[in-house]
């Protein structure tokens, strides 16, 4: 109730100041208010947490609950670890999903895809042309298939959300070009993550080298906060311009996991309401990772090797 009453009050000061983000700012400087007096109200602030909370709901995460996210996210990549040998051709996407769902619970955990907003199965299998939400079932994976797992493990509560493409048998050029472009993604994206720094410098980071490549950007789907919750404020997108959005500051923990495509980045859905696929029927890769924005940078919280 005591943060309730805080947040009320914050409220109000907020809508007596009646100037719009892009609005000329009130101390006369003619710069736009969002990269003045308001930039100045966050980088001043005695409490960066009440700030955040109300502006954007952003909830920065305290020591206990980086330790409690770390601890999910190496579940998450022992779980990798499980299923990295049956990335071969002839195994069902199923055999996958009870791989996960079975290694999850024996370690005391839940997979947070289970039943979230109706998904039916324990992770995401999504094959050659499906962006992302694949829902695991009987399809067989075939020599040259390209497949990602997103993994999402929820561990005394702490969630955290990891992904990778796979190569299944021997790649052909396109699925190498593809995968090799979409870890460099994240490579690149994470490179960005430092206090001061902004939302919108990780899209652009990026964007431009996945357009650079030849490749495009999904847009209907982005990064997102994680921890607490499956997906919290704020939205990554991974595509922008440089200095745009909100500036990181140490405490958030939020995933980059761009999906790139190798022709045009439109998706549709399929009937089960889930399944992403590329319009055009191109491949898409994809890799995510759980990172927490420290004084100095970054640290990943479900590390696994981007080189
Ligand atoms: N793990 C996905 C993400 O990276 C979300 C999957 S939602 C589900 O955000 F319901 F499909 F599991
Ligand atoms: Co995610
Ligand atoms: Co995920």
Same mark, same amino acid.
């Given at each position: ?17 009646? &100037?719009?983000?892009?609005? #000329? ?110 829902? #695991? ?79 495009? &950007? ?58 992403? &696929? ?30």
């Amino acid at each position: 109730m005591k943060s309730k009453t805080r947040l009320n009050l914050l409220k109000e000061k907020d809508a007596s100041v009646k &100037v719009g983000r892009n609005d #000329p700012c009130i101390c006369g400087s003619g710069l736009k208010y969002k990269k003045c007096c308001l930039e100045k109200e966050v980088l001043d602030n005695k409490d960066p947490g009440a700030l955040y909370a109300q502006r954007y709901k952003i909830q920065l995460k305290k020591e206990a609950d980086i330790m409690g996210i770390r601890k999910a996210g190496q579940l998450v990549l022992d779980t990798f670890e499980q299923i990295t040998d049956k990335i071969r051709p002839g195994t069902k996407t199923d055999d996958i999903n009870t791989i996960v769902h079975e290694f999850t619970v024996k370690n005391g955990a839940r997979p947070a895809p289970l039943n979230y907003r109706g998904f039916p199965k324990s992770v995401c299998v999504s094959v050659n042309e499906v962006v992302c939400h694949g829902i #695991p079932g009987p399809r067989v994976l075939e020599d040259g298939d390209i497949v990602n797992v997103d993994i999402t493990s929820v561990l005394n509560g702490y969630y955290a959300d990891a992904n990778q493409t796979f190569f299944v048998g021997t790649p052909g050029p396109e699925a190498l070009k593809i995968v090799s472009v979409a870890r460099e993604c994240l490579r690149r994206g994470i490179s960005m993550v430092k206090p001061g720094n902004t939302i919108g410098d990780i899209g652009w980071a990026i964007q431009r080298y996945a357009e650079e490549q030849g490749c495009s &950007v999904v847009r209907d789907f982005v990064g997102h906060g994680v921890g607490f919750e499956f997906h919290e404020a704020p939205q990554v997108p991974h595509f922008g311009q440089r200095g745009q959005g909100i500036r990181l500051i140490p405490g958030m923990v939020f995933t980059i996991e761009p999906m790139i495509n190798l022709g045009n980045h439109d998706l549709k859905i399929l009937e089960d309401n889930w399944t992403a &696929v590329t319009k055009d029927k191109s491949l898409s890769a994809q890799f995510e990772q759980t990172i927490l924005v420290t004084q100095t940078g970054y640290e990943s919280l479900t590390p696994y090797d981007l080189s």
